[in-house]
């Protein structure tokens, strides 16, 4: 599975950005996307998953009505929609994408995932 994330830019406080992660090769085996964001000299952190079938979202509290995680099958894509943002969302962001079955609290887990992105940065000026 190769991941391909886009979208991130420089913004100002209160507003909006799509992050978007493309997949491609043996997408079929993949149960699971995420997305997880590390700022510098910090640890990677989750920020939110979705399942390629059914309706199960997860979300950071951090980050919980603010940000939307959605997916698009035919095009193998996970979008993550930013709203609101703020300083502290300043980070490089990365998807990431689950073999294995995950539930709950089991998919906000960097070890969880199997395959990653190169990272898009994300800078919200104050």
């Known amino acids: 599975v190769q991941l391909q994330a886009s979208g991130g830019g420089l913004v100002q406080a209160g507003g909006s950005l799509r992050l978007s992660c493309a997949a491609s090769?043996?997408?079929?085996?993949?149960?699971?996307m995420g997305w997880f964001r590390q700022a510098p000299g910090k640890e990677r952190d989750f920020v939110s998953a979705?399942?390629?079938?059914?309706?199960?979202?997860y979300y950071a509290s951090s980050v919980k009505g603010r940000f939307t995680i959605s997916r698009d099958n035919a095009k193998n894509t996970v979008y993550l929609q930013m709203n609101s943002l703020k300083p502290e969302d300043t980070a490089v962001y990365y998807c990431?994408?689950?073999?294995?079955?995950?539930?709950?609290?089991?998919?906000?887990?960097?070890?969880?995932?199997?395959?990653w992105g190169q990272g898009t940065l994300v800078t919200v000026s104050s």
């Open positions: 990431a994408a689950s073999i294995d079955y995950c539930s709950g609290y089991g998919c906000y887990v960097v070890g969880q995932y199997d395959y």
């Open positions: 090769g043996r997408t079929f085996s993949s149960h699971a």
């Open positions: 979705i399942k390629w079938s059914g309706s199960s979202t």
